[in-house]
């Protein structure tokens, strides 16, 4: 299953915007690119997942390039609430069996 | 509804013991997932349950590890002769039916502290 490599920590202004990149250069076809948010004492929190291209929701956009080799986690107008740890996750599923890949993380300070 | 639970919040034993930690799942999800994560680090994959399928135990450190899913529901993590390393947060998470295109339901972690 592709190893995922991320930041190990990143610094960031109140407003700013965010932008984490995950490498995965051993991602199949079937695979899926997931990102949760894991503040400290709790369980990680699913924020966006893509397959390809460009993914948006309330909280986030996911850019997958075509190669899917690296996948970028974007964050708009951060603030002092989302300092926590980002997890980069390439997930593989098949008939009853489950193979995932969570990177070590990304720590995030944004700093007022 | 409610969401995912783990008991014991917290756990000490002493080197040697065997532990059994508890999750209650996200009633209606037939999947769940048991993950380890050590101090700074990221989540180790544990174990997997699909409705009735066979657990998919790849992810199991070694053969003092186990898990049960009882009645497709309540979940619990075995590990037996517990040794320093096994100290840890156990996180269960669970999601409706399971694959790579669901989200994960995360619960808040069992903390293992072997001495």
């Known amino acids: 299953l592709a190893k995922t490599t991320q930041p190990i920590s990143m610094d960031s202004y109140e407003g700013q915007e965010v932008n984490i990149t995950c490498s995965h250069n051993n991602i199949a076809t079937n695979d899926y690119i997931t990102w949760y948010q894991q503040f400290p004492s709790q369980g990680p929190r699913f924020i966006i997942q893509g397959y390809k291209t460009k993914v948006t929701n309330e909280v986030a956009s996911l850019f997958i390039p075509a190669d899917r080799k690296s996948s970028t986690l974007s964050l708009p107008r951060v603030s002092l609430s989302d300092t926590a740890v980002y997890y980069c996750l390439v997930e593989r599923s098949g008939a009853g069996s489950y193979q995932l890949t969570f990177g070590k993380g990304t720590k995030l300070s944004v700093i007022p | 509804g409610a969401g995912v639970s783990q008991s014991p919040s917290n756990k000490v034993t002493e080197k040697g013991k065997d532990v059994e930690l508890r999750c209650d799942p996200i009633s209606g999800h037939t999947a769940l997932y048991w993950y380890r994560q050590s101090l700074g680090q990221g989540l180790e994959f544990l174990i997997y349950f699909q409705g009735n399928s066979a657990p998919d135990k790849s992810g199991l450190p070694s053969d003092r590890f186990s898990a049960e899913r009882t009645g497709g529901s309540v979940s619990t993590l075995t590990i037996q002769r517990t040794q320093q390393e096994d100290s840890a947060v156990y996180l269960c998470?669970?999601?409706?039916?399971?694959?790579?295109?669901?989200?994960?339901?995360f619960g808040p972690g069992t903390r293992l502290l072997v001495l």
């Open positions: 998470a669970s999601s409706f039916q399971g694959g790579n295109q669901e989200t994960q339901y």
